[in-house]
C-alpha cells in the first residue's frame, strides 16, 4: 500500500464552487498535515498546515484532518480563478529520517 | 533576498551524458531536498541532505548522485544510468528543527533528452 494517496484528476468547476480536495495515507507515524499549492512551471508553496484532528480555516480554505480515519481534505469555498492550480498534500513526523512526503496531486481549474 | 535558486531553468541532453542541476539557498536552512515530478506521479524524493557533507537516498535515487559540501549548494547530477531523465526537477529546502512543515522551493530544472 502506498503511503499516500490523492483524488485523482483533474477537477474543473466553475467560479464561486465549493472544491474539496483529498488524501489518504497508511504511515501512522505522520504527525504534521500540509497543503502546498502550485501554479504551472512554478515551484510548490505552503497553503496550510496543522497538525491535529479537526478543522483549520484561512479566508476561503479550511483544512480538515481525520487521524483516525488516516483522511485529510482541502476545502475552498467560494473558488476562484486565481485558484487553478495543482494541489499537493504532504505529510511528515518528528522520527528519525524525517522528510516530507507529498501525494501525486490534483489538478483544480476554476471556469469564470 | 532570501530563497533558493536552480538554474538552468531549461536543460537539453543528449543520451548518454550526465548533466548537473544548480541549487543553492540563502535561508541558511540545514536541510535541503530534490524531487522529481512526472505528470500525475507528483513529487517523488531523489536526495535529501539534513546537514553539510551528509545526504540519503530518497525513493527514486537511481541514476542520481548528490554532494553537500557547503550548507548553501546541492548539486544534482543526472547520469546516463538514469533511463527516463525527462521531467521537471525541483530543489527545496527546509528551516531547523522539526517538523519539516514548510519547504521552500526553486523555481525548478526542466530536463529534456534529445
Known amino acids: 500500500q502506498k503511503e499516500v494517496e490523492q483524488d485523482p484528476g483533474p477537477l474543473s468547476v466553475p467560479e464561486g464552487a465549493i472544491v474539496s480536495l483529498n488524501c489518504t495515507y497508511s504511515?501512522?507515524?505522520?504527525?504534521?498535515f500540509m497543503w502546498y499549492r502550485q501554479y504551472s512551471r512554478k515551484g510548490p508553496e505552503l497553503l496550510m498546515y496543522?497538525?491535529?484532528?479537526g478543522n483549520k480555516e484561512d479566508g476561503r480554505f479550511t483544512a480538515q484532518v481525520d487521524k483516525s480515519s488516516k483522511y485529510i481534505s482541502l476545502f475552498i469555498r467560494d473558488s476562484q480563478p486565481s485558484d487553478s492550480a495543482t494541489y499537493l498534500c504532504?505529510?511528515?513526523?518528528?522520527?528519525?529520517?524525517?522528510?516530507?512526503?507529498f501525494g501525486k496531486g490534483i489538478t483544480l481549474s476554476v471556469r469564470p | 533576498d532570501g530563497g533558493i535558486t536552480q538554474s538552468p531553468k531549461y536543460l537539453f541532453r543528449k543520451e548518454g551524458q550526465n548533466v548537473t542541476l544548480s541549487c543553492e539557498q540563502n535561508l541558511n536552512h540545514d536541510a535541503m531536498y530534490w524531487y522529481r515530478q512526472d505528470p500525475g506521479q507528483g513529487l517523488r524524493l531523489i536526495y535529501y541532505s539534513q546537514i553539510v557533507n551528509d545526504f540519503q537516498k530518497g525513493d527514486i535515487a537511481e541514476g542520481y548522485s548528490v554532494s553537500r559540501e557547503k550548507k548553501e549548494s546541492f548539486p544534482l547530477t543526472v547520469t546516463s544510468a538514469q533511463k527516463n531523465p525527462t521531467a521537471f526537477y525541483l530543489c527545496a529546502s527546509t528551516a531547523p528543527g522539526l517538523p519539516n512543515t514548510e519547504a521552500f522551493f526553486g523555481q525548478g530544472t526542466r530536463l529534456t533528452v534529445v
Open positions: 504511515n501512522s507515524a505522520f504527525q504534521y
Open positions: 504532504a505529510w511528515d513526523h518528528t522520527g528519525a529520517n524525517s522528510k516530507l512526503t
Open positions: 496543522t497538525y491535529s484532528s
